[in-house]
């Protein structure tokens, strides 16, 4: 039977080194990294490419890319689009590429270039992502972005939603999947009431950054599963 299993944070990545190649990685920064990226596919953006440093990410703005690039919550001076979902149902944006670097989860993104597929998952894609897993073939891994090598709440969440809709296709052999999955029992009937003292929640609430949080936690808004082509994110239609 197929597994499905949790890294909670790339600093843990190593440990599935052995797995990676042959396994597809779902990649979650639900505050808000990948939730930026769904919104923006499903917005009409047609290619995101994902960089781990701010200058790779200045470099493509000087190819022509739209480029976001995020620090600490905080948008990075001197480029054009920043870390929230909002910043993407821009009309503009249609037909754009766009090159992106964040704090966490375009970092997971490139760390994760030797799996079969990566794809690009979050609360607002849930349903599209598992409906597409279930139709392959091989073991699943999914990355938490974490925050800075840290294990954090919300993407464990994430993880253990997306557990629950393949639990029946998939076997979870190890305690970081039965976690994720039991966290997400716990707190799925009111999501932001159990965030609420998570330390990205209080992050985000200090820089008064508060819609960005309700939206973020909204399941299957849209049926775009961002998936990484080469060096670039493209948009599949499930």
């Known amino acids: 039977m197929k597994t499905i299993d949790v890294c909670l944070t790339p600093d843990l990545l190593h440990l599935h080194a052995d797995s990676l190649e042959n396994s597809i990685v779902v ?3 639900v505050f808000r990294a990948t939730s930026c990226m769904v919104t923006a596919f499903a917005h009409g953006v047609n290619s995101i490419t994902p960089v781990a440093t701010v200058e790779e990410c200045s470099q493509l703005q000087g190819r022509g890319y739209l480029a976001a690039a995020e620090r600490n919550a905080k948008k990075v001076d001197g480029f054009e689009l920043d870390n929230s979902p ?3 149902m821009d009309e503009r944006l249609i037909g754009a590429n766009i090159a992106m670097t964040t ?3 375009t970092y997971a993104i490139t760390r994760s270039r030797n799996a079969v597929k990566v794809l690009v998952g979050s609360f607002l894609n849930l349903e599209a992502v598992a409906r597409f897993l279930q139709g392959e073939r091989y073991d ?3 990355l938490c972005a974490g925050w800075k ?3 954090n709440l919300e993407d464990t969440l994430f993880a253990g939603a997306l557990i629950e809709r393949l ?3 998939y076997m979870v052999p190890e305690d970081s999947g039965l976690m994720a999955l039991r966290l ?4 799925k009937n009111d999501l932001p009431a159990f965030l609420s003292s998570s330390s ?3 992050r985000l609430h200090r820089l008064s950054i508060h819609k960005d949080i309700i939206y973020c936690l909204q399941h299957d808004l849209y049926d775009v599963v961002p998936v990484l082509r080469g060096s670039a994110l493209v948009s599949m239609e499930v």
């Open 140 to 142: 699943v891994l999914i």
């Open 149 to 151: 090598g840290r294990v």
């Open 167 to 169: 639990k029946d296709e």
């Open 103 to 105: 704090t966490n989860g």
């Open 200 to 202: 990205h929640v209080r």
């Open 184 to 187: 997400y029992a716990q707190g």
């Open 27 to 29: 990649v979650a920064d």
């Open 86 to 88: 909002f910043s993407y």
